[in-house]
């Protein structure tokens, strides 16, 4: 499946390769949006609810997408929609889905 979804063959699954593999999955239980809910439950460590600017930057330095400092602010920006600073999971699962829609034509 690996090889299914990579779609630039460098060996390692993007963010947007991980929501399309996802994607393919044939149980209709296992959705990106569950498994995105899974990542986050992963790196909520102390089960706050909540991912703080660093949190998130070791998540997608976990799924191959180094980003540098503005980047992550950037992304903080758009997901935190009540601009607390941190992410709820439903925050971070739209933030992470819209990543990888396609830019709209203008």
């Known amino acids: 499946m690996v090889a299914k979804v990579d779609i630039n063959n460098d060996g390692i699954i993007d ?3 991980f929501i399309r593999m996802m994607s393919l999955q044939q149980n ?3 959705t990106p ?3 995105l809910g899974d990542v986050f439950h992963i790196f909520d460590k102390d089960g706050c609810g909540f991912m703080t600017k660093d949190v998130l930057r070791q998540v997608l330095l976990s799924l191959a997408h180094p980003v540098s400092e503005d980047g992550v602010d950037e992304l903080m920006k758009k997901g935190d ?3 607390e600073g941190r992410l709820t999971k439903n925050e971070f699962i739209r933030m992470m889905m819209n990543q990888c829609k396609p830019a709209k034509d203008t």
């Open 81 to 83: 929609r009540r601009g």
């Open 33 to 35: 949006e569950s498994q």
């Open 28 to 30: 209709p239980l296992i």
């Open 15 to 17: 963010i947007c390769e």
